[in-house]
């Protein structure tokens, strides 16, 4: 791989640890004593990084890859040359992001812009606040009277945490994140510019214009929670937004006023659900999804990517398609379609034939 300027490696790390860590099994010019201090792609990998394989669609990067040591799925080992020390393991890529884990822990979570340690000059504390021992805060962030900051918690440059505000132990928030009427569990991971607890869009609507409805409930967010960078959780209007335990929200997510996310779901870039939706435990978002307010996801259920969800979606189904449907009708739908289209193009055809 490229130089790591920004993220140095454990070092003490060999080829026989991986091993032994993974409990992969060693096969071809494989030397236990060779020091591993880097990962990298096939193509990319030199003598002392690590790689890994398990998609076809790279096995011929095999024989010319420079890598140290490749972690890789024993239906492609038989291709690889008899020169690459391999470790045989059954889901390679698994393997390879726990050695990841281990050699760069610091690519984890966020950490202070300002290698500060403690409250650094140039933020902004106010003498109500509670800051436990062991809280990293960074110049420029403001934490508002009342708030409470568990010990091990870094808080980014430009950061703004409001009045009452409680985080766990263990968080990174990171830079310029606004955060208020939130209550956050420990180990969570908030990525740059996020903006949490601000208002619900709740308006009366009539003729002589739109009254404004008051959001007075908080945003709740459990344990080991990652939230990705810009993404905007509004505050509950008469009820908590909650974000569940392990739950993990990519870049970019909107998520309204009263939403309730089960434990352990993903959220990918650009989805935005409206208000008062329920999602329960595991759910699986793909990107660019539009969910309807009130809609009622259930537990396990997966949706397509670029779909828009109107209708309740039951345990553990699969759908897609706008609006969203089950995915068996949804693709037949789509199949019927194509046929439609192309006999409608040979039709047509035949026509410019015969003039």
């Not at 208000?275 to 969910?291: C, H, M, R, Y």
């Amino acid at each position: 791989m490229s130089e790591p300027i920004f993220f140095k490696p454990v070092t003490g790390l060999t080829a026989g640890a991986v091993a032994a860590r993974t409990g992969a099994a060693p096969r071809g010019a494989f030397d236990p004593d060779r020091p591993i201090g880097g990962i990298g792609a096939l193509d990319r990998a030199g003598p002392y990084d690590l790689a890994f394989l398990d998609n076809p669609a790279y096995v011929d990067q095999l024989a010319a890859t420079r890598a140290g040591l490749c972690l890789i799925s024993e239906r492609f080992a038989a291709r690889a040359p008899t020169r690459l020390a391999l470790l045989v393991a059954p889901q390679p890529y698994r393997a390879f992001v726990a050695v990841a884990r281990e050699l760069f822990p610091d690519a984890l979570r966020p950490a202070s812009m300002f290698a500060a340690e403690g409250v650094a000059p140039g933020s902004f504390v106010h003498a109500a606040a509670r800051i436990e021992a062991g809280v990293i805060i960074d110049p420029g962030a403001v934490i508002g009277p009342h708030a409470e900051i568990g010990t091990g918690t870094v808080i980014g440059a430009g950061a703004v945490i409001g009045p009452h505000v409680k985080i766990g132990r263990g968080c990174a928030i990171g830079a310029n994140v606004s955060m208020a009427h939130a209550i956050v569990g420990d180990r969570v991971i908030v990525h740059p510019g996020c903006c949490i607890g601000q208002d619900g869009f709740g308006f009366v609507m009539s003729p002589a214009g739109h009254g404004k409805v008051p959001q007075v409930g908080r945003v709740i967010i459990q344990d080991d929670v990652e939230i990705g960078a810009g993404t905007t959780i509004d505050r509950g209007a008469i009820r908590d937004t909650v974000i569940g335990e392990g739950s993990k929200i990519d870049n970019l997510v909107q998520i309204g006023h009263n939403v309730s996310i089960g434990r352990h779901c993903v959220i990918v870039a650009h989805c935005a659900i409206a208000g008062s939706v329920t999602l329960e435990d595991f759910v699986a978002l793909g990107g660019k999804i539009a969910i309807n307010s009130h809609v009622v996801i259930a537990e396990g259920a997966q949706v397509a990517a670029g779909s828009n969800v109107n209708d309740d979606i039951p345990r553990g189904a699969r759908w897609g398609g706008s609006p969203a449907k089950p995915a068996k009708v949804w693709m037949r739908e789509i199949f019927v379609l194509e046929r439609l289209a192309g006999r409608k193009d040979h039709v047509n055809a035949g026509k410019e034939t015969d003039k």
